[in-house]
C-alpha cells in the first residue's frame, strides 16, 4: 500500500465516525470521531483535535511511513515464460528436410531388369565382392537373348551359334562372358531365388571377374516371363 492510500483510508475513517468511544478505547483503536457545540471533533491517541488538525498529523505521520514497493513492477513478467520466442522454434524439427530423402527406396520404380541387378550386386556385396556396373549396351543383347530362349532355351542360340555372339553382333569387346537363363518365375525374386540355388548360375553371379551386366526380361503373349543375365569383363 502506498502513502496516499494510508491517507485516505485513516480520513476516511475520521469522517465516518459516529459515536464517541471511551478514551481507552480510543487509544487501541487509533481514533474516534463525534460533534460538540455544533463542529467536528476527532480524538486521537486520546487527544481532542480538529478535522483540520487531523490531517496535519496524518501528513506528518505518512511522510515518516517508508514506501511499501509495487509487487508487480513495470519491466518484470511473473507470468509463466513463453518458450516461442521469436527467432527461436521449439517444435519437434521436421526430420523430412528438402534434399533429404528418409523414405525407404521403392524397388517397384525399377524396371524388372534394374531389380534384378540390384539383387545381384546384393548378393555379391554379402561375399564381400564388388558391384557390377550396369551396362545399357550387355542389356539389349540380354534382351535380345531373352527372347530367343522362347524358341530355344538353349545357351546355343536359334541360329546354332555361341551366346556370345550377341554382344559381338553389335560391338560389344569383352574377355569373357557368362550366361544365365531362366523361364516361368513371376518376379526378379523368384528367378534370383532360383539362380542362386543352383551351382553353375550361382558361380557366375559370385564370379569375382566379372565386371558388368545386362539384364533381358521378355513376357510373351501368354503371360511367360524369360530371363537373361549376361555377365563380361
Not at 58 to 77: M, R, S, V, W
Not at 220 to 226: H, I, R
Request: hydrophobic share 35%; proline share 6%.
Amino acid at each position: 500500500m502506498n502513502k496516499l492510500s494510508l491517507l485516505a483510508l485513516m480520513t476516511a475513517v475520521g469522517v465516518a465516525g459516529s459515536t464517541v468511544l471511551p478514551v481507552q478505547a480510543a487509544e487501541q483503536s487509533i481514533l474516534s470521531s463525534g460533534k460538540w457545540n455544533g463542529g467536528a471533533y476527532v480524538v486521537v491517541g486520546g487527544q481532542v483535535c480538529s478535522p483540520e488538525d487531523l490531517k496535519d498529523i496524518l501528513a506528518g505521520i505518512c511522510d515518516k511511513l517508508p514506501n511499501i514497493p509495487e509487487i508487480n513492477q513495470p519491466g518484470t513478467d511473473n507470468n509463466t515464460p513463453d518458450t516461442n520466442q521469436p527467432g527461436a522454434d521449439n517444435n519437434t524439427p521436421d526430420t523430412n528436410q528438402p534434399g533429404t530423402d528418409n523414405d525407404v527406396p521403392d524397388t517397384e520404380a525399377l524396371s524388372y531388369a534394374e531389380q534384378v541387378v540390384a539383387l545381384v550386386n546384393a548378393e555379391r556385396a554379402k561375399a564381400g565382392l564388388n558391384a557390377l556396373t550396369l551396362d545399357t549396351e550387355i542389356a539389349s543383347a540380354a534382351l535380345v537373348r531373352a527372347k530367343e530362349t522362347e524358341i530355344s532355351f538353349s545357351h546355343t542360340r536359334p541360329d546354332g551359334r555361341h551366346f556370345s555372339t550377341a554382344l559381338s553382333d553389335i560391338g560389344i569387346n569383352f574377355r569373357g562372358a557368362g550366361e544365365n537363363i531362366a523361364w516361368g518365375q513371376r518376379s526378379p525374386e523368384q528367378v534370383m531365388n532360383g539362380w542362386m540355388n543352383s551351382e553353375g548360375h550361382r558361380a557366375n553371379i559370385l564370379n569375382p571377374n566379372y565386371t558388368k551386366i545386362g539384364v533381358g526380361y521378355y513376357q510373351n503373349a501368354a503371360g511367360t516371363n524369360y530371363w537373361t543375365q549376361l555377365f563380361t569383363y
